[in-house]
């Protein structure tokens, strides 16, 4: 890590150096102005064909960096848990799964068939595994979740998308920030940073370790990142955006328990991983550069280059999993405006290429006999190597038809191939190639806006998910070349209005997508699944969420919101081994899920706010013969924030989460299956009632 830690200094001192040749000019990023009464209006990501959320025909939550720092800074589930449709389950700050209008709640132990970018970093892997827990919460500056399938853009996740874009220094000259967040259960977390803003460029240096004993036995966590971002060689038509990331994690895991277990003894972790002291533990790696640039008066490009790398390490009660992954791609986009008499329409024209590949294997853990100490490794019992890589080349057309009226369309075309090799035993190798058919995902939209601040559209779009890469696996583990990737259209209609004078808005939308080649994983072993193509499932539903702002009296001013969706999910038709499930709700998603919060903004820079969740029942079985309870959960948060006349400013805060010492399931493993005469373990058992405070200091000189 010091050799890391040094490369980085010195990257860092260079930028420096260079940046400071020029002089400080005035902040790069403007927004509207706005009254204590009004709403800002939100701007959206580049990556789209507007820059406005008014003109995006389709669902797009937006999260501003104040939203996301509503919480304790540690964990994002909160956060994303107060858009409609969106259900992230936590069973540990290592330990998530995100599901999308119902899209991707079967999956067994994490998050898939939904895309993720940091920046232009893709943040999902190519066997389509999403990781985004990783990412320090304090060097994001806004989160967008786009639901549904918008592949003309971002390519396989038939759920959506969720672009984290990274926090950059805009204030002119330099700052500095510390920040700190204890809590409960040993909740610990540091945050250093700096930040420097000249005409020329930018730079963001970020250091943060967060450590927790965890509440559950076997749950001690320590993570730890640096992270440096900005942008060089800025000029008025062009600049370039440099990104790198390490992160350190060693998580002790305490994994699901059955249903007495959930009941009485919660805070017990799964007998064997107790036994065993499993955990993960990974080095990871990220970088990127974009270079942005004005082509033309009507004509702009950004193109991007990634690399990211993780060596990880897992041992489980029945085995211990390593791996070594390392993905490298690119991505163009050119984004233009033509006249069309006194009118004009746009578009974006693009390609990205990604691959990525991993050599590892599976080792026989000892723990039994190591005396108690756990973890023992012995002798390999697997080695696989695989490598695999797509393309996707995406278009689209915004064209207005009338004043009030335009059309936009997109296509998307993607193109996976991958090779799997088994290394080990020598009996069992085998090399295999293997590529899906080209996929076409069209996209078309109606967008009609009555006013500037009022928009209703409508739009149908196809998406797909590739399998993970169990899911293409035989139980022998070579290639079944009878899996498809799962595919369906998106029907959705919906309105945004700023109403009132922006003091509210409201937002609501109606979708129906049916899902074809459903992926089912099936187990086969401990922690062995296999991938059939199973069926249909339904996926239709209502999301709503209104939000507010008053000015009551001066320094005096109540920001309440609501959000709620609700969602009919179903097999439409699924047969598996041989039971036919057609008709039963969909495994792992709540039909129901309401929230919503208050933020009182107090004199002299006091705050107070509260949040509530209420999630329903979720069936945890295809059968539909076991559910969770519905449960609600309420947080509230307390602070004060002051600026000085100096550069100084000064934030405290203090937050209790589960106030009322709710007793729920977290997070559920669908379908599970007891081994050995062992009851099956569906339960991860939410945290009790928790307490934390944070301080920070920030200094602009």
Same mark, same amino acid.
């Given at each position: 890590?010091?050799?890391?830690?040094?490369?980085?200094?010195?990257?860092?001192?260079?930028?420096?150096?260079?940046?400071?040749?020029?002089?400080?000019?005035?902040?790069?990023?403007?927004?509207?102005?706005?009254?204590?009464?009004?709403?800002?209006?939100?701007?959206?990501?580049?990556?789209?064909?507007?820059?406005?959320?008014?003109?995006?025909?389709?669902?797009?939550?937006?999260?501003?960096?104040?939203?996301?720092?509503?919480?304790?800074?540690?964990?994002?589930?909160?956060?994303?848990?107060?858009?409609?449709?969106?259900?992230?389950?936590?069973?540990?700050?290592?330990?998530?799964?995100?599901?999308?209008?119902?899209?991707?709640?079967?999956?067994?132990?994490?998050?898939?068939?939904?895309?993720?970018?940091?920046?232009?970093?893709?943040?999902?892997?190519?066997?389509?595994?999403?990781?985004?827990?990783?990412?320090?919460?304090?060097?994001?500056?806004?989160?967008?979740?786009?639901?549904?399938?918008?592949?003309?853009?971002?390519?396989?996740?038939?759920?959506?998308?969720?672009?984290?874009?990274?926090?950059?220094?805009?204030?002119?000259?330099?700052?500095?920030?510390?920040?700190?967040?204890?809590?409960?259960f040993g909740l610990l977390k540091n945050t250093i940073q700096y930040g420097l803003t000249t005409n020329s460029g930018s730079l963001n240096l970020?250091?943060?370790?967060?450590?927790?004993?965890?509440?559950?036995?076997?749950?001690?966590?320590?993570?730890?990142?640096?992270?440096?971002?900005?942008?060089?060689?800025?000029?008025?038509?062009?600049?370039?955006?440099?990104?790198?990331?390490?992160?350190?994690?060693?998580?002790?895991?305490?994994?699901?328990?059955?249903?007495?277990?959930?009941?009485?003894?919660?805070?017990?972790?799964?007998?064997?991983?107790?036994?065993?002291?499993?955990?993960?533990?990974?080095?990871?790696?990220?970088?990127?550069?974009?270079?942005?640039?004005?082509?033309?008066?009507?004509?702009?490009?950004?193109?991007?280059?990634?690399?990211?790398?993780?060596?990880?390490?897992?041992?489980?009660?029945?085995?211990?999993?390593?791996?070594?992954?390392?993905?490298?791609?690119?991505?163009?986009?050119f984004t233009g405006n033509v006249k069309l008499g006194n009118r004009k329409a746009g578009?974006?024209?693009?390609?990205?290429?990604?691959?990525?590949?991993?050599?590892?294997?599976?080792?026989?853990?000892?723990?039994?006999?190591?005396?108690?100490?756990?973890?023992?490794?012995?002798?390999?019992?697997?080695?696989?190597?695989?490598?695999?890589?797509?393309?996707?080349?995406?278009? @689209?057309?915004?064209?207005?038809?009338?004043? !009030? #009226?335009?059309? /936009?369309?997109?296509?998307?075309?993607? +193109?996976?191939?991958? =090779?799997?090799?088994?290394?080990?035993?020598?009996?069992?190798?085998?090399?295999?190639?293997?590529?899906?058919?080209?996929?076409?995902?069209?996209?078309?939209?109606?967008?009609?806006?009555?006013?500037?601040?009022?928009?209703?559209?409508?739009?149908?779009?196809?998406?797909?998910?590739?399998?993970?890469?169990?899911?293409?696996?035989?139980?022998?583990?070579?290639?079944?070349?009878?899996?498809?990737?799962?595919?369906?259209?998106?029907?959705?209609?919906?309105?945004?209005?700023?109403?009132?004078?922006?003091?509210?808005?409201?937002?609501?939308?109606?979708?129906?997508?049916?899902?074809?080649?459903?992926?089912?994983?099936?187990?086969?072993?401990?922690? @062995?699944?296999?991938?059939?193509?199973?069926? !249909? #499932?339904?996926? /239709?539903?209502?999301?709503?969420?209104? +939000?507010?702002?008053? =000015?009551?009296?001066?320094?005096?001013?109540?920001?309440?919101?609501?959000?709620?969706?609700?969602?009919?999910?179903?097999?439409?038709?699924?047969?598996?081994?041989?039971?036919?499930?057609?008709?039963?709700?969909?495994?792992?998603?709540?039909?129901?899920?309401?929230?919503?919060?208050?933020?009182?903004?107090?004199?002299?820079?006091?705050?107070?706010?509260?949040?509530?969740?209420?999630?329903?029942?979720?069936?945890?079985?295809?059968?539909?013969?076991?559910?969770?309870?519905?449960?609600?959960?309420?947080?509230?948060?307390?602070?004060?924030?002051?600026?000085?006349?100096?550069?100084?400013?000064?934030?405290?805060?203090?937050?209790?989460?589960?106030?009322?010492?709710?007793?729920?399931?977290?997070?559920?493993?669908?379908?599970?299956?007891?081994?050995?005469?062992?009851?099956?373990?569906?339960?991860?058992?939410?945290?009790?009632?928790?307490?934390?405070?944070?301080?920070?200091?920030?200094?602009?000189?």
């Amino acid at each position: 890590m010091n050799n890391k830690i040094t490369l980085i200094c010195f990257f860092f001192t260079f930028i420096i150096s260079y940046a400071q040749q020029k002089t400080i000019t005035d902040s790069i990023n403007k927004y509207p102005q706005t009254n204590a009464n009004q709403l800002q209006e939100l701007t959206i990501s580049t990556y789209h064909i507007n820059d406005s959320l008014l003109n995006a025909p389709a669902s797009v939550s937006v999260l501003t960096a104040k939203d996301i720092q509503r919480n304790n800074t540690v964990d994002i589930s909160p956060i994303l848990n107060t858009l409609p449709g969106v259900l992230m389950q936590s069973g540990a700050i290592n330990t998530n799964r995100i599901s999308i209008r119902g899209i991707g709640a079967r999956t067994p132990y994490g998050t898939n068939k939904i895309r993720a970018f940091y920046g232009n970093i893709p943040l999902t892997s190519g066997d389509s595994e999403t990781t985004i827990e990783d990412i320090d919460l304090q060097i994001i500056n806004k989160i967008e979740v786009i639901k549904g399938p918008l592949s003309s853009l971002y390519g396989a996740g038939l759920g959506g998308a969720i672009l984290l874009e990274p926090k950059h220094a805009s204030i002119p000259g330099s700052s500095a920030m510390i920040n700190s967040t204890f809590g409960s259960f040993g909740l610990l977390k540091n945050t250093i940073q700096y930040g420097l803003t000249t005409n020329s460029g930018s730079l963001n240096l970020s250091y943060h370790n967060l450590q927790s004993d965890g509440w559950r036995d076997n749950s001690k966590y320590n993570r730890e990142g640096i992270t440096l971002a900005g942008n060089l060689f800025r000029k008025e038509n062009s600049s370039l955006t440099y990104f790198g990331n390490y992160t350190y994690m060693k998580a002790y895991i305490p994994s699901s328990v059955d249903k007495q277990t959930f009941d009485n003894s919660p805070k017990s972790a799964a007998f064997t991983w107790g036994a065993s002291k499993g955990y993960e533990q990974y080095h990871s790696w990220m970088g990127g550069l974009a270079y942005n640039w004005k082509v033309a008066e009507w004509l702009t490009n950004a193109t991007s280059v990634f690399v990211n790398a993780k060596d990880s390490y897992e041992p489980r009660p029945f085995d211990i999993l390593t791996q070594n992954t390392t993905a490298y791609g690119a991505r163009t986009q050119f984004t233009g405006n033509v006249k069309l008499g006194n009118r004009k329409a746009g578009f974006i024209a693009g390609m990205e290429y990604f691959a990525d590949g991993f050599d590892g294997g599976n080792f026989a853990n000892l723990y039994e006999e190591n005396n108690g100490n756990g973890t023992l490794e012995g002798e390999r019992l697997t080695g696989s190597e695989q490598r695999r890589h797509f393309i996707n080349a995406f278009a @689209q057309l915004r064209l207005p038809l009338l004043p !009030k #009226t335009e059309l /936009q369309a997109g296509v998307n075309y993607n +193109k996976t191939a991958f =090779n799997l090799q088994n290394t080990f035993p020598a009996e069992n190798t085998s090399d295999e190639d293997y590529s899906y058919n080209g996929i076409w995902s069209p996209q078309v939209s109606l967008l009609y806006k009555p006013s500037q601040l009022k928009t209703i559209y409508a739009s149908v779009s196809r998406g797909f998910s590739l399998p993970a890469i169990e899911e293409t696996l035989t139980p022998a583990g070579t290639i079944n070349p009878d899996i498809k990737p799962e595919n369906g259209y998106n029907f959705e209609a919906g309105g945004k209005f700023y109403l009132f004078n922006r003091s509210l808005y409201a937002e609501i939308s109606l979708y129906r997508m049916e899902i074809k080649d459903l992926l089912v994983a099936q187990r086969v072993g401990n922690d @062995q699944y296999v991938g059939v193509n199973a069926g !249909k #499932t339904l996926h /239709q539903g209502i999301e709503a969420s209104v +939000k507010y702002i008053k =000015n009551i009296v001066e320094d005096f001013t109540i920001q309440p919101y609501i959000a709620a969706s609700i969602g009919h999910y179903e097999f439409k038709e699924f047969i598996n081994n041989g039971t036919d499930f057609s008709g039963n709700e969909l495994t792992g998603v709540p039909k129901n899920k309401i929230n919503g919060g208050i933020t009182l903004g107090l004199p002299l820079g006091f705050y107070i706010s509260g949040d509530y969740y209420f999630t329903g029942k979720i069936p945890l079985n295809d059968a539909n013969s076991l559910y969770t309870d519905s449960y609600s959960i309420l947080n509230t948060k307390a602070g004060w924030a002051y600026k000085t006349n100096f550069g100084l400013s000064m934030m405290v805060s203090a937050g209790i989460n589960n106030m009322a010492n709710t007793h729920y399931a977290s997070m559920v493993l669908v379908n599970a299956t007891g081994f050995n005469g062992a009851s099956p373990r569906y339960y991860y058992p939410g945290m009790p009632v928790n307490y934390y405070s944070n301080i920070g200091l920030t200094y602009v000189f």
